[in-house]
């Protein structure tokens, strides 16, 4: 199983960036999908999901109307749109593949840095 994230990167405030996760070795279309969070010293946090059928969006409240996650079921891949980067944005973000409370899995992080 592989999840591979891409699309981090430096950028000023106030600018966009599309992150993506490609999986393998997991039936895509089964697994709920999410993107987490993570500042030095801290927890990872929350920070979009999109269910398996329905694709129903969730949001972290502190992105929520700047960040949009999609799903391509055909190329097993979500994506995260970030849109109105703030300093606050600055976090290692990671892919998490969500079956059930025993399986699942985790991305190997994809640094974005928002800065001027």
């Known amino acids: 199983v592989q999840l591979v994230e891409s699309g981090g990167g430096w950028v000023q405030p106030g600018g966009s960036l599309r992150l993506s996760c490609v999986t393998s070795?997991?039936?895509?279309?089964?697994?709920?999908m999410k993107w987490y969070r993570q500042t030095p010293g801290m927890e990872r946090d929350f920070v979009a999901g999109?269910?398996?059928?329905?694709?129903?969006?969730t949001y972290a409240d502190s992105v929520k109307g700047r960040f949009t996650i999609s799903r391509d079921n055909a190329r097993k891949t979500v994506y995260l749109y970030m849109n109105s980067l703030q300093f606050e944005d600055t976090a290692v973000y990671y892919c998490?593949?969500?079956?059930?409370?025993?399986?699942?899995?985790w991305g190997q992080g994809t640094q974005v840095t928002v800065s001027s």
């Open positions: 070795g997991i039936s895509f279309d089964l697994y709920s």
């Open positions: 998490h593949a969500y079956l059930n409370d025993v399986i699942s899995y």
């Open positions: 999109i269910t398996r059928r329905t694709e129903v969006t």
